[in-house]
Each structure stands twice: as structure tokens, then as C-alpha cells.
T-cell receptor
Framework: AQSVTQPDIHITVSEGASLELRCNYS??????LFWYVQSPGQGLQLLLK??????LVQGIKGFEAEFKRSQSSFNLRKPSVHWSDAAEYFC?????????????FGAGTRLTVKP | DTGVSQDPRHKITKRGQNVTFRCDPI?????LYWYRQTLGQGPEFLTY????????KSRLLSNRFSAERPKGSFSTLEIQRTEQGDSAMYLC????????????????FGPGTRLTVL
């Protein structure tokens, strides 16, 4: 069965520093991969998704992610973090033809931004 | 457009009581989803509607949980005989119906209802 692992429960970065949030997946074929952000008191918002094609995916709010099949990873990056990026980030996986039952979310990484 | 709204935002109840939550999706969205999110975990799918039809339920969904979407607009999620393990955030999401190869129905999430069962 497909799954994602987010190895870092909590990350702290300084404002203006670069950011990389890790996501490792487990699935035998080509997965569909997603990154969501959840701010306090808010619902989840889709940052970006990967289905196929170009392995470097651009998203909203200046985020990007790179699909690396050889490493089974889909890490999220941002070159310069803003204080408003402080939130919980979730990686998720499903696959072509998968149902809603087949979507799996990681446990999340909480990002703190230091001034 | 006000996005997806959920009511109430917080609910505290005693074990054994019934609770009902409401979700109002984005008006032109015909798909509606319910998720549960426990502390320190990502969301877990509960059920999904297309218009008023409940098309999919989680394989793990207890029969104490029931959801309705009577007119294909708002939805309610009821939990009967609540247990302490039901304490969680209940998220609702909605999406348009996009068909076609490679299409993805992006879900827009509400702020959630936080349930505490004492």
C-alpha cells in the first residue's frame, strides 16, 4: 500500500533563510504527490502537485518541489522563508485511478520561523 | 465567495452523547468530502458525496458515523454515542467535478470543527 513519511516533526528556520521539508514515499509505480499547508485555525491549502512530466514542480507562495524516483522523495523547498510561512505542512500520496480511500497524508512537519 | 464554512468551530461533549456538524461548501462545487484529523497526524478520509449521493466511505468508518447531503448543497456529519477516541478535528472540503485524463479535483478545505469528548 502507498504511504508517505515526513521525517521531521518540527523545523525552525530564520526568516530569509532557505527551507527544505522532506517527504519520502512508498509506492511501486508512479505516484501522485501533493504538498498542503495548514495555518492555525485554517483548513488545508494545496501548494503544489506532481502527476507526471517535469520532475520540478512550481507551486503557490514561492514553493517548489522535486520528484526524485531514485530516492523515493518529493521534498518541498523555498529559497527565502517569510514569517507568514509558519504553519503545518503535509505531504500526501495517491495514484492514477485511486479513490479517495487511497489518499494518504503524512503526519506533517510544523514550521517555525524565527525573526 | 466565502469559501468552505463549518459550524460549530468547537464542540465539547460528554461521552455517549450525539453530535452533529455542518459543512457549507463553495456554492458551485458539487463534490464534498469529510476528513478526520487527530493530533499530530494528517487528515484521514471519512466519506465523499457527489451532489446528494454518498459515493464512497472509508473502510474504517464506524457505523456510529453518518453523513448526509440532502439537497446536494450543505452536508451534516453525525456521530452517535461519542467516545473519547472520537476527539479530533473534523474537516470538510469541496471541489468541482473535473473529468479527463490527468485531471485532479482540487479540494478546498474548511477550517474544521474541533471535537472534544470528555
Amino acid at each position: 500500500a502507498q504511504s508517505v513519511t515526513q521525517p521531521d516533526i518540527h523545523i525552525t528556520v530564520s526568516e530569509g533563510a532557505s527551507l527544505e521539508l522532506r517527504c519520502n514515499y512508498s509506492y511501486g509505480a508512479t505516484p501522485y504527490l501533493f504538498w498542503y499547508v495548514q495555518s492555525p485555525g485554517q483548513g488545508l491549502q494545496l501548494l503544489l502537485k506532481y502527476f507526471s512530466g517535469d520532475t520540478l514542480v512550481q507551486g503557490i507562495k514561492g514553493f517548489e518541489a522535486e520528484f526524485k524516483r531514485s530516492q523515493s522523495s518529493f521534498n518541498l523547498r523555498k529559497p527565502s522563508v517569510h514569517w507568514s510561512d509558519a504553519a503545518e505542512y503535509f505531504c500526501a500520496i495517491t495514484y492514477a485511478g485511486g479513490t479517495n480511500n487511497d489518499m494518504r497524508f503524512g503526519a506533517g512537519t510544523r514550521l517555525t520561523v524565527k525573526p | 465567495d466565502t469559501g468552505v464554512s463549518q459550524d460549530p468551530r468547537h464542540k465539547i461533549t460528554k461521552r455517549g452523547q450525539n453530535v452533529t456538524f455542518r459543512c457549507d461548501p463553495i456554492s458551485e462545487h458539487n463534490r464534498l468530502y469529510w476528513y478526520r484529523q487527530t493530533l499530530g497526524q494528517g487528515p484521514e478520509f471519512l466519506t465523499y458525496f457527489q451532489n446528494e449521493a454518498q459515493l464512497e466511505k472509508s473502510r474504517l468508518l464506524s457505523n456510529r458515523f453518518s453523513a448526509e447531503r440532502p439537497k446536494g448543497s450543505f452536508s451534516t456529519l453525525e456521530i452517535q454515542r461519542t467516545e473519547q477516541g472520537d476527539s479530533a478535528m473534523y474537516l470538510c472540503a469541496s471541489s468541482r467535478d473535473r473529468s479527463g485524463r490527468g485531471s485532479y479535483n482540487e479540494q478546498f478545505f474548511g477550517p474544521g470543527t474541533r471535537l472534544t469528548v470528555l
